[in-house]
């Protein structure tokens, strides 16, 4: 049976038939076949991401309520030892009403976070900015920080020009794609150009 990896290389497998054998997996093997894709894989996946329906804010926190933590688990194709490119994007919504809800604050946790900083960012729709949707419907964007209440335990808010974290988050924008119910792509951009860094990320069960 063909897997992840197999569908991306077929050049006639689109993102729905991609989309559909990751829906079909439970959430732990869901995770087993994205964890495995290298650059090569994630590159071609976000090719093929843009004829995905456009992903939007639901797919990063469902139903969950304000300040309520979502964790989608991610790898990254930074030239790093493997267990530093494991890393989780948590989101939240938002309090308040209106049109602020529709965007998210987030940072990153794993290994690296303690040396480097959580990278804090707002992720807003890209509707609004041709250039932008044409790369994904949400832009996670380390231009802004949160200026409001985020989730419980998380760490303290700081720009991304704070310490080493310039070095890997300041001015920067991952432009994401759907791949499946629970599955995104991000494609890195530094200051509009493109990094040909990507990052898969796996939404967990909720809890």
């Keep these: ?38 650059r090569d ?7 093929k991401a843009a004829h995905a ?18 964790i989608h688990d991610g790898v990254n194709t930074l030239p790093l030892p493997t267990s530093w490119q494991r890393f989780q994007k948590r989101f939240c919504r938002p309090e308040g009403n209106g049109a602020v809800q529709a965007r998210l604050f987030g940072y990153n946790e794993g290994p690296s976070r303690k040396l480097i900083g959580p990278g804090f960012f707002v992720a807003i729709p890209t509707a609004d900015r041709p250039q932008w949707s044409a790369r994904g419907g949400i832009v996670v964007d380390y231009f802004q920080v949160p200026d409001g209440e985020v989730a419980d335990g998380w760490p303290r808010i700081v720009a991304n020009d704070w310490r080493l974290q310039r070095f890997v988050y300041h001015e920067t924008r991952d432009f994401m794609r759907r791949v499946s119910r629970d599955v995104s792509i991000g494609a890195a951009f530094k200051r509009e150009k493109p990094l040909d860094h990507y990052f898969v990320l796996c939404r967990r069960p909720a809890a």
């Excluded at 894989?41 to 976000?46: E, G, M, P």
């Excluded at 329906?53 to 979502?70: K, L, M, N, T």
């Design 1 to 38: 049976m063909a897997g992840l990896i197999d569908l991306i290389d077929d050049d006639h497998t689109g993102i729905a038939a991609i989309g559909s054998y990751l829906d079909g997996l439970e959430a732990k093997a869901r995770w087993l076949e994205v964890k495995q894709l290298d």
């Design 41 to 47: 894989h994630q590159r071609t996946l976000y090719e």
């Design 53 to 70: 329906s456009a992903i939007d804010i639901a797919h990063f926190v469902g139903s969950a309520g304000p300040r309520q933590e979502v």
